[in-house]
């Protein structure tokens, strides 16, 4: 009987075309592979620019408008203190007195609204006294262009809370309460001083405007800080 013979030889030429194939199809999977990345860092790449210059014209844009409402707030500041506040009294600011002294001074007016003083300032940082403060001491404060608001018994609670929270808010300003002053409320800087029955009246408003660091101030810029605190 005769065997059948297993021919276990590979034709070496289809071995290598199938190598050769598999690498082609290899090359072509890397060269898709590295075209998609490519692809898809350029997008990416694109969007980050096009989001970092929407950014920065963004950030221009509100700098802008920043500066723009800045510049208009300015304007009307410079407006509103060419304006005369009515009802106010008004004494000439280089006749009033500004020697230092530590001996009592007499002023004129209850409160003060300038003269000889203490060579100490009380703290005009928005500081809101619950105590009186002395005169002397508030009156330099008045020479470093502070707003002086000082109330008595007649003044209700709630506009002296209104008070207190406008002078928290405002460098060079200061509040304590003056028992015998005439009025319920008194607004004084140096030698400038305003009587108001109640905070809402739009005079407040004005006055701080006009007055705090005004042209009246005699020493513009001194120090509102490391004073007397009581």
Known sequence: MASRTTNNNTDPNSRQARIAEMRRADQARERRMKAIAITVSTVIVAGLVGFG????????????????????????????RK?????????????????????????????PVGGDHHPRWM???????????????AV?????????VTYNDKAAQADLDKLGTRVEKTPYSLMSPVKE??????????????????????????????????????????????????
């Open 53 to 80: 210059a929407w950014v920065l014209i963004d950030q221009k844009q509100t700098e802008k408008r920043k500066q723009q409402a800045l510049e208009k707030l300015l304007k009307e500041q410079q407006e509103i």
């Open 83 to 111: 304006q005369p506040v009515e009802g106010e009294q008004v004494w000439d600011a280089k006749k009033l007195g500004r020697n230092h002294v530590e001996t009592p001074v007499k002023y004129e007016t209850n409160p």
């Open 123 to 137: 703290n005009c940082n928005g500081d809101v006294y619950k105590a009186a403060v002395p005169e002397v001491n």
């Open 140 to 148: 330099h404060s008045m020479e470093h262009g502070a707003v002086w």
């Open 181 to 230: 002053q005439a009025g319920a409320i008194m607004l004084s800087a140096w030698g400038r001083q305003l009587t108001v029955e109640n905070a809402d009246d739009p005079r407040v408003a004005q006055f701080f405007t006009k007055y705090v660091q005004g042209e009246q101030t005699p020493e513009p810029g001194a120090a509102c800080t490391n004073g007397l605190t009581k």
